[in-house]
């Protein structure tokens, strides 16, 4: 969806077809998102002293805190990643490789933006490709004007060219009737190939994996003038993929790609820092890892704005939007390092989720349990339903298991949804099954032995 339609309302409308409750973190996330776009048409010389909202969500383990970052990146059109924190605590992480997060949402938003072009030019692409093509299967003939000619004999010469021209211009509409039919598929030309199709070498450096590839081709090219342009035999089928391919990079300026690109990480990125709190409290008292105020040290600089060298050009991520999210179990944000706390003005609590929530998220959300289980035994000839007694009863157990051990929120759904319909997975296909539906009994006959027996809960649930 455009920038422009997503109003918060719209936005939260959006999520609420994905994530059930949580309220508060919705509308957060929908108004820092629209003040981007608001920023937008802000006059220029205050536009660039509006910081983003940046944002820490709180909460419990499972009750949506990554899976409303997920469904905001699907959302918006903005170059959006999402990384574990902790990730950079991990051995093998050098604090400065932070950076990397912002290259890598460059190399999205490049790619995206490349997509966007060469669709846009899909149809003038396709065109020139199968007129290629058809240069291919009957090539043209060149016009030969010999010198010294007196005007009678230009004039017959045109007239003789002009009517081969036409012989040869039917010949062709025929033969691109056939080519949009399919009948010359299989038909062999010959291809010349001048550009290959790009095999990148990375090169390791010390700013990191990702910040330089090198176009092999180009290299090769630089070497051996001349020699890239080979001639491929391929069928005609083939021939229209790889000339319209060919003819689309051709169109889509690359420069305006990378300007894009850029322009659109710094007005409209936005990076999704999962477990933040894994890098929250002093020091790591010893072992391999990275100490976490170091990395929360060399996050800061990205959070605050700073200028990053990518491949495609220097990134400023003054304007760029950060979403945090942590279950604060241990730590407080309150452990973060000041500064970093200051960058995130807007703190979210995400609520522990109750047994009614569990019940809707059984059955609302576009990806509802209730739903994917359906459609799995649908693919068996099976249709099974679930009364409202059912997903109450399942919901009921499920806050139940969660209360009895750890607190797993939703993801508590999964695991009683495995064992409840673990015999009808096993057991179909059955010939003699095709309806199936499940009720409250059902559903207590086989959770109600699990969950009473406090070794099988452990184990099983
Ligand atoms: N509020 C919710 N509405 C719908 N589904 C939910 C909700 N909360 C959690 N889920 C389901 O539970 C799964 C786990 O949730 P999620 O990954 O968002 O947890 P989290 O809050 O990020 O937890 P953690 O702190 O462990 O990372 C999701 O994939 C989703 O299917
Ligand atoms: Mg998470």
């Not at 095999?199 to 180009?218: A, H, Q, T, Y």
């Not at 090219?221 to 000339?243: C, H, N, T, W, Y």
Request: net charge neutral; charged share 30%.
């Amino acid at each position: 969806m455009e920038m422009k339609e997503l109003t918060p309302k719209q936005i939260v409308k959006e999520l609420n077809k994905y994530i059930i409750s949580q309220d508060k973190a919705k509308k957060a996330v929908a108004i820092a998102l629209r003040n981007r776009w608001r920023r937008q048409n802000v006059p220029e010389d205050l536009r660039d002293e509006i910081l983003p909202n940046n944002i820490i969500l709180i909460g419990p383990t499972g009750v949506g805190k990554t899976e409303i970052s997920r469904r905001l990146s699907n959302l918006v059109n903005a170059p959006f990643i999402k990384i574990e924190a902790s990730k950079f605590t991990e051995v093998g992480y050098v604090g400065r490789d932070v950076e990397s997060i912002i290259r890598e949402l460059v190399n999205l938003a490049v790619s995206q933006v490349r997509e966007e072009m060469i669709s846009a030019v899909e149809e003038q692409a396709r065109k020139r490709a199968e007129e290629r093509v058809l240069d291919l299967l009957f090539p043209p003939i060149k016009r030969r004007r010999k010198a010294n000619l007196t005007y009678e004999q230009k004039r017959q010469e045109r007239l003789e060219y002009e009517e081969v021209k036409s012989k040869q211009n039917q010949t062709r509409e025929k033969l691109r009737k056939m080519l949009h039919k399919g009948s010359l598929d299989e038909r062999v030309v010959e291809v010349k190939i001048d550009e290959l199709p790009e095999p990148r070498v990375e090169i390791f450096s010390s700013m990191g994996l990702d910040s330089f590839d090198i176009n092999m081709g180009e290299i090769l090219a630089g070497f051996m003038p001349g020699q890239l342009s080979k001639r491929k035999e391929m069928k005609v089928s083939e021939a229209i993929d790889f000339l319209f391919y060919s003819e689309s990079k051709k169109l889509v300026d690359m420069n305006e790609v990378k300007e894009t690109a850029i322009n659109r990480v710094e007005e409209n990125g936005i990076v999704f820092l999962d477990e933040i709190d894994k890098i929250a409290g002093g020091k790591s008292k010893s072992g391999p890892d990275v100490s976490r105020e170091g990395v929360q040290r060399d996050l800061l600089p990205i959070i605050e704005g700073t200028n990053v060298p990518t491949k495609y050009g220097m990134v400023d991520t003054t304007h760029v939007l950060f979403i945090a999210s942590g279950a604060f179990h241990v730590s407080k944000p309150s452990d973060l390092i000041p500064e970093l706390q200051g960058r995130f003005p807007i703190r979210v609590e995400l609520q522990s989720l109750t047994k009614e929530d569990f019940a809707k998220i059984l059955i609302l959300p576009k990806n509802a349990l209730i739903k994917q289980y359906t459609a799995l035994m649908k693919t068996e000839g099976v249709d099974v339903s679930f009364t409202k007694g059912a997903i109450k009863e399942i919901s009921n157990y499920a806050a139940m298991a969660n209360n009895k051990m750890e607190d797993i929120g939703a993801r508590r759904l999964h695991t009683i949804m495995t064992i409840l319909l673990e015999k009808y997975l096993y057991e179909l296909p059955n010939p003699e099954c095709s309806k199936i539906k499940v009720t409250k009994e059902d559903v207590s006959k086989i959770l109600e032995k699990i969950i009473t027996d406090e070794d099988l809960t452990k184990y099983i649930l």
